[in-house]
C-alpha cells in the first residue's frame, strides 16, 4: 500500500521560512519523480515543483522560482520543499505525489499520481 506522509505545515509570517517533509512508504522511492503541488480555497490544484528520480533534475513553477527549494533523499525515502521569503498568496494545502508516469520526464499535469493527504500552510501577519 502506497503511503505519502507529509509534515511541516504551519502558520507563518509573510517573508518566513518553512520546510515541508514527505515520506513515502510501499513504492520504489528512487525509481520515481516527486513532486510538491498545492490548493487554495476555491481553487485548483496547481504544480509548485517536482524532481527527478536521481535528483538531478528540477522544475519550478514560476511563482516560487528563487524562493522554493525541492530536494529529496533516496536513502530515507523523503522528498522536502524548503520553502522561503513566504508571501500570503503562498497560502494553500500542499500536497507531495509519487509520478506514476516518471517515464515521461518531469511535468507539471496533475494526473496519474500517487497522493499525500495533504498539510495546510498559512502565511499570514
Known amino acids: 500500500q502506497v503511503q505519502l506522509v507529509e509534515s511541516g505545515g504551519g502558520l507563518v509570517q509573510p517573508g518566513g521560512s518553512l520546510r515541508l517533509s514527505c515520506a513515502a512508504s510501499g513504492l520504489t522511492f528512487s525509481n520515481l519523480n516527486m513532486a510538491w503541488f498545492r490548493q487554495a480555497p476555491g481553487k485548483e490544484r496547481e504544480f509548485v515543483a517536482a524532481?527527478?528520480?536521481?535528483?538531478?533534475?528540477?522544475l519550478y513553477t514560476d511563482s516560487v522560482k528563487g524562493r522554493f527549494t525541492i530536494s529529496r533523499d533516496n536513502a530515507k525515502s523523503t522528498v522536502y520543499l524548503q520553502m522561503n521569503s513566504l508571501k500570503p498568496e503562498d497560502t494553500a494545502v500542499y500536497y507531495c505525489?509519487?509520478?506514476?508516469?516518471?517515464?515521461?520526464?518531469?511535468?507539471?499535469?496533475?494526473?496519474?499520481?500517487?497522493w499525500g493527504q495533504g498539510t495546510q500552510v498559512t502565511v499570514s501577519s
Open positions: 505525489a509519487a509520478d506514476r508516469r516518471s517515464a515521461l520526464g518531469l511535468r507539471r499535469e496533475t494526473q496519474n499520481y500517487y
Open positions: 524532481i527527478s528520480w536521481s535528483g538531478g533534475m528540477t
